[in-house]
């Protein structure tokens, strides 16, 4: 671990797209629920498969549905019947 982070945005850039796979795992992290957050006391949780997720961008907002592979090198998640 490093005891200084760059606050460069090109190397925080580089650091972001360049990330291995067990630091893109956090860095694919998604918000909770406002009932889940109150029960687990935590505001965010990296994705897995069988998650159930809802879908906030693109074209495909506001349905849910269930994580049925996270592609951490292509940084995409695929979610069932979407």
């Given at each position: ?15 972001y797209?360049?990330?291995?796979s ?20 935590v ?35 695929h979610?069932?019947?979407?």
């Amino acid at each position: 671990q490093k005891a200084t982070v760059s606050s460069s945005r090109r190397k925080s850039r580089k650091a972001y797209f360049t990330a291995p796979s067990h630091i893109r795992r956090k860095l694919m992290s998604a918000p909770l629920s406002k009932d889940l957050r109150t029960k687990y006391n935590v505001r965010s949780l990296p994705i897995r498969r069988d998650d159930e997720v809802m879908i906030c961008r693109g074209h495909y907002h506001d349905r849910e549905g269930k994580v049925t592979q996270v592609y951490r090198k292509k940084w995409s998640i695929h979610v069932e019947r979407v």
